[in-house]
């Protein structure tokens, strides 16, 4: 089966250092999503990008944060001057179309970013 | 309004039992409802999603029960198996102003099948 997948698994970084995560959606599909989950928390949505601009963000998303689709296959979540309340899991996912019946959303394994 | 309010927090069942899950959401413009299924270390995993059109929905021992007038919904875990062991989250989406759609998930159940 076709999967999201994430680099890096894990990665520490320090306060205020800039952080980019990497994800290689399914081949296939038109629809990115970056949702994180703080630890023992739910998972919560950023930001969603479809034919190369933002569709929608949250507010978490704020001008910290940026996304990318530097070539065919990547897509980048920029972390600007990390804080501590950064410290989560970031999922990447992906769509083939919109997330609603009959089109699955699926998600990467997650990269957990620690900063200290 | 974006809230979508889950419960338990945790939940131990015997192996063959039914696991009940439960969500409440407040706004009614969302039109998907799924359900997650979420393993340590992995990613959330569709389990099942279930359209406000209907008020139930069955694959194989996962039901979702859907009272639109109540504004809730729950899964329904038959037959439990200590494989299901995991966290499942609710979710419900609607059509926002881009061109994709968001999930907003619930605070997730801890699922413990005891053998």
């Known amino acids: 089966e076709p999967e999201v997948t994430q680099t890096p698994s894990h990665q520490v970084t320090q306060m205020g250092q800039e952080v980019i995560l990497r994800c290689v959606p399914i081949?296939?599909?038109?629809?990115f999503y970056w949702y994180r989950q703080i630890l023992g928390q739910k998972v919560e949505f950023l930001v969603s990008?479809?034919?190369?601009?933002?569709?929608?963000k949250s507010e978490i998303f704020d001008d910290q944060f940026s996304v990318e689709r530097p070539d065919g296959s990547n897509f980048t979540l920029k972390i600007r001057s990390t804080k501590l309340e950064d410290s989560a899991m970031y999922f990447c996912?992906?769509?083939?179309?919109?997330?609603?019946?009959?089109?699955?959303?699926?998600f990467g394994e997650g990269s957990w970013l620690t900063v200290v | 309004q974006q809230q979508v309010k889950q419960s338990p927090q945790s939940l131990i069942v015997q192996k063959g039992g039914i696991s009940i899950i439960n969500c409440a959401y407040e706004?009614?413009?969302?039109?998907?409802f799924p359900w997650y299924q979420q393993f340590p270390g992995k990613g959330p995993a569709l389990l099942i999603a279930?359209?406000?059109?209907?008020s139930e929905k069955k694959e194989g021992r996962f039901t979702i029960s859907f009272n639109k007038s109540a504004k809730q919904f729950s899964l329904h875990i038959m037959d439990s198996q200590p494989g299901d062991s995991a966290t499942y989250f609710c979710?419900?989406?609607?059509?926002?102003?881009?061109?994709?759609?968001?999930?907003?998930f619930g605070s997730g159940t801890q699922l413990t099948v005891l053998p």
């Open positions: 996912a992906s769509s083939r179309d919109r997330v609603d019946s009959g089109n699955t959303i699926y």
């Open positions: 081949s296939n599909h038109l629809y």
């Open positions: 979710a419900a989406s609607m059509l926002g102003s881009g061109s994709a759609r968001q999930l907003t």
């Open positions: 279930i359209r406000p059109d209907v």
């Open positions: 990008f479809y034919n190369n601009e933002i569709s929608e």
């Open positions: 706004n009614t413009a969302f039109d998907y």
